[in-house]
């Protein structure tokens, strides 16, 4: 997920890079208010959206790109190549786009086994075709041996958008429901049981899946979406006060409306991760207005990926700006934070 700009109290000042910095968290944030934007800033790049907007004849199209260093590979529920996939088509559904192309850049190491290769590349297709886009474009470089783990993938998509249709956190309003597709952190749990080797009797699954889909299906019904946002890096917590800060808005969500699997939740529980800020890949949280929750989520449970779906919480006219608070299931008030970096790195 490509995330811009929000403003962290007393930053840190750091001389090199930390595996924080690309974690979705204060620091991230720190690094692109502190020195992306400064260098970068312009109007497309300032709209803080996971793609940009901009007119074309008469229509407007979406761009994003992204980059995918996860480890492992390989992993329950998918793999690097659905995930680059995946998640740049999600990227361009946040903005109500609907995928067209994609390129696709491989950076190998000297010595990755050309049949996982395959296998990654075919993954690719598959999820493309599923999702009706074509991958059209790419480059491919080659590092030293012990210089790239196998293999990076960045991908690039690009969407339309019908003229009248306008997601962006700016339409966030007092009263709105907040809505969640399905259920979190299954994608963090998978892919730390696989890097660990950690065996549970139930197996957990990456969410990883193509939402475009599903947001084409809220805007044929007609749903007036204010707002989306694909919760991965950073988790819900982090995607909710990301749209807070930039909404200019505050939120309040229940803890106990939240969806999340048993197994899940006792994986997190025993290895220590809070579920609210473990990534996800295949879950996103929508903002519709307060007489639009019904049918909203009526049409979301009617597909495969929205059968989870839920109100989670509404936009709040009484606390600060910015402000998410987390009504715990034990009735207490929780004031949600970013972390500095992510609980678990190297998750997309």
Do not use: W
Not at 239 to 266: M, W, Y
Not at 299 to 309: E, K, S, V
């Amino acid at each position: 997920m490509t995330t811009f700009s929000l403003q962290c109290p007393t930053p840190l000042h750091y001389e090199q890079i930390v595996l924080a910095h690309g974690g979705g968290g204060r620091l991230m944030q720190q690094l692109l208010d502190s020195t992306v934007h400064p260098i970068f800033n312009n109007a497309l790049l300032n709209q803080k959206h996971d793609s940009a907007v901009f007119p074309f004849g008469d229509q407007q199209l979406a761009f994003t790109t992204d980059s995918y260093v996860v480890n492992p590979l390989f992993f329950s529920g998918g793999d690097i190549g659905k995930l680059a996939v995946c998640g740049t088509l999600n990227d361009l559904a946040m903005s109500g786009a609907k995928p067209l192309y994609l390129s696709c850049g491989l950076i190998l190491e000297e010595g990755f086994a050309i049949d996982d290769l395959k296998r990654i590349l075919q993954s690719m297709q598959d999820a493309a075709k599923a999702g009706g886009v074509s991958i059209v474009t790419g480059d491919t470089k080659v590092v030293d041996r012990g210089r790239g783990d196998g293999v990076y993938i960045n991908t690039a998509g690009i969407g339309s958008i019908a003229q009248a249709i306008t997601i962006a956190a700016h339409r966030i309003a007092v009263g709105d429901s907040i809505l969640i597709s399905s259920d979190i952190a299954r994608h963090g749990m998978a892919i730390m049981l696989a890097r660990e080797g950690f065996a549970f009797d139930s197996q957990i699954e990456s969410d990883c899946a193509d939402v475009s889909g599903l947001v084409q299906t809220l805007i044929t019904a007609g749903i007036d979406i204010h707002c989306l946002r694909d919760v991965t890096r950073g988790g819900l917590a982090s995607g909710l006060l990301e749209l807070a800060s930039a909404a200019k808005q505050a939120f309040r969500i229940e803890e106990a409306t939240i969806p999340l699997h048993d197994n899940v939740s006792s994986a997190c529980e025993i290895l220590g991760f809070d579920p609210l800020y473990v990534a996800n890949e295949g879950c996103f949280v929508l903002f519709v207005s307060a007489d639009e929750t019904d049918q909203t989520l009526a049409q979301l449970r009617a597909h495969p990926l929205g059968r989870q779906a839920q109100k989670i919480g509404y936009v709040s006219a009484v606390a600060n700006h910015g402000e998410v608070i987390l009504q715990t299931a034990m009735g207490g008030n929780r004031p949600l934070t970013l972390l500095s970096g992510e609980q678990l790195p190297r998750i997309c």
